[in-house]
């Protein structure tokens, strides 16, 4: 007889491998440690497979665990979103909506957005994740997250997520206030400058190396910075250079130390998305969100 997972097995897996004990996971899911045990050993013999490696400072994932891990994680996430789903269509408002943003649109678009859905639904609690698509596709595909806008780029993903287009926006050169450069006109007069960008993995990024590389004016990128933040510092305090949302230079938190470096040469324009699973089928609320997004868009 085939071995039948049972759902409390897939909680302790989890809990185990999340907290990287026996004793960690006990007090998160407040259950004692023998039962906890017990289960990953009922666990293990079903599968005939060995999940975890035992060590003296807790435990890590086998090969066959790492498999699992993805499979198990994804099961208790669509549980949580099955119940929360027809909760929600049984009148109950309310739950818990994960999303991803770019950091443009955390800075831009997110705040009367989120404002907007806090005020009809009080009760929903958004949690929200900034950062580029990249960073995002793991929890995306184990459905820890519900959505993100960010930019994308033709890439392995097209045929994983639905990409709908929601708005552009234009980048621009930036430089810290009194960097020498500041008087430049071109981008070849920057090129002997030290740069630092994102790497360039199916985002706006990806699309601007190409063109870098169409130009053959390609910029000494020293520095990867994966969040605005820590590019935003670096420019500021720093000859480094860098191309970010064009608006960043209108931010009044940003505008005294962020100077905008006027180029002939016009940048391509970054294109945002709604990006999905597939395979996903939104909560009534989830999809009011994305609908709110959707208005602040147009």
């Not at 985002?203 to 520095?223: A, D, G, H, T």
């Amino acid at each position: 007889m085939t071995f039948q997972v049972k759902l409390h097995q897939i909680r302790a897996f989890v809990a185990v491998t999340q907290n990287g004990s026996i004793r960690g996971a006990s007090r998160a899911l407040n259950l004692s440690q023998p039962a906890l045990t017990k289960a990953i050993k009922e666990l293990e013999e079903g599968l005939s497979a060995r999940l975890f490696i035992r060590r003296s400072q807790g435990v890590a994932l086998t090969e066959c665990g790492e498999s699992f891990y993805q499979h198990a994680q994804l099961i208790l996430e669509e549980l949580r979103a099955a119940q929360e789903d027809i909760l929600q269509r049984q009148g109950q408002l309310a739950g818990q909506i994960n999303i991803g943003l770019g950091a443009s649109v955390s800075r831009t678009l997110m705040p009367p957005v989120i404002t907007a859905f806090h005020q009809k639904h009080p009760k929903v609690k958004v949690r929200i994740m900034e950062g580029q698509l990249v960073s995002m596709i793991n929890s995306l595909r184990q459905g820890e997250l519900d959505f993100t806008i960010n930019t994308y780029y033709q890439g392995p993903y097209d045929q994983e997520f639905t990409f709908e287009r929601l708005f552009e926006k234009p980048f621009a050169v930036f430089a810290r206030e009194g960097h020498p450069a500041i008087g430049a006109t071109s981008l070849k007069e920057l090129l002997h400058y030290d740069w630092t960008l994102p790497t360039p993995r199916g985002s706006y990024y990806k699309q601007l190396e190409e063109v870098f590389q169409k130009r053959s004016e390609i910029p000494n990128i020293s520095v990867f910075c994966e969040t605005f933040s820590a590019c935003i510092s670096l420019i500021a305090q720093s000859d480094f250079l860098s191309i970010l949302p064009a608006e960043l230079g209108r931010d009044p938190l940003l505008a005294h130390s962020l100077k905008q470096i006027n180029i002939t040469e016009t940048l391509p324009q970054a294109t945002y998305y709604l990006i999905q699973r597939r395979d996903v089928a939104q909560a009534p609320l989830t999809t009011a969100l994305i609908n709110q997004f959707r208005r602040e868009c147009r």
